[in-house]
């Protein structure tokens, strides 16, 4: 079983916009590149810098209740650790988010722009070396089988835009909710590159925001539960060994391991 990368994606701030990647460079037990660097906290939200613990998402800006977020357009630039905000085309905002002043400037733009969403002051947080803001703990690197959202249009009869999954990894050549057996399987890519299958993805409202306009047009968790008995498209993955993946570049799945025979 193969399968051809379609697109990469990194979130570098929880709930805003995705980056689309050439390349990535994995490393073994660490999570996708530059994904979920940072979270917008709504409110207080317990989170301790110097012991960083798994946070349940409704604590930040997150598509699920604000989606509005989709209406802006985001970008982290890497080399002076900056996130720019345009809202409607133009620049809204700019921050060096590693400076006190410049997460200052976010956030004193989303006190704005969400003002009627938030539940408190909104607070700039920086995940620690080893941490990351992802929904779930295991969410080291996610993959979206392309062919799973193509049959989700034809259930719903209109475009389903893969970046309301919010994956790394846009995969095509599977066929439709193959992924979700995978669980357990190991994925090898090129370099030596291997990931362990750990979790199907179960899906939340934020899914049924469209991330072009913001508007919630669609329900997808609950069609999935009708259709299906369960709300899950995607899955995450654990980087076991590291190495260079590449949009074209080919995965393979390991065969399934088979039962030892009786003496």
């Known amino acids: 079983m193969t399968m051809r990368i379609a697109s990469l994606h990194r979130y570098p701030v929880k709930g805003l916009s995705p980056e689309r990647l050439g390349a990535a460079d994995l490393v073994a037990g660490a999570y996708f590149p530059g994904d979920r660097l940072f979270a917008i906290e709504n409110g207080p939200s317990g989170f301790d810098p110097e012991a960083p613990a798994f946070q349940p998402k409704f604590k930040f800006l997150m598509l699920m209740k604000n989606g509005s977020l989709a209406r802006l357009s985001t970008r982290y630039l890497d080399e002076t650790t900056t996130l720019v905000v345009e809202e409607g085309g133009r620049e809204a905002a700019r921050g060096d988010l590693s400076t006190p002043e410049g997460r200052a400037a976010i956030e004193a733009f989303f006190r704005g722009y969400a003002a009627r969403e938030l539940r408190g002051e909104p607070r700039v947080l920086a995940a620690p070396e080893g941490f990351r803001f992802t929904d779930s703990t295991k969410g080291h690197l996610s993959i979206i089988n392309l062919a799973s959202v193509a049959a989700l249009e034809d259930m719903f009869g209109a475009p389903v835009d893969p970046l309301r999954f919010r994956g790394n990894v846009h995969v095509e050549g599977l066929e ?29 409202a934020a899914t049924d925001v469209d991330p072009a306009t913001g508007l919630r047009d669609l329900a997808i968790p609950p069609t999935l539960m009708r259709r299906f008995g ?28 088979q039962p030892a025979l009786p003496f």
């Open 230 to 257: 369960h709300m899950d498209c995607g899955i995450y993955c654990k980087v076991l060994q590291g190495g260079r993946i590449a949009e074209g570049a080919h995965l393979a799945v390991e065969p399934a391991a």
């Open 176 to 204: 439709p909710w193959a992924e979700l057996d995978l669980v357990g399987r190991t994925i090898e890519g090129p370099g030596g590159v291997r990931l362990e299958v750990v979790k199907r993805i179960q899906r939340c």
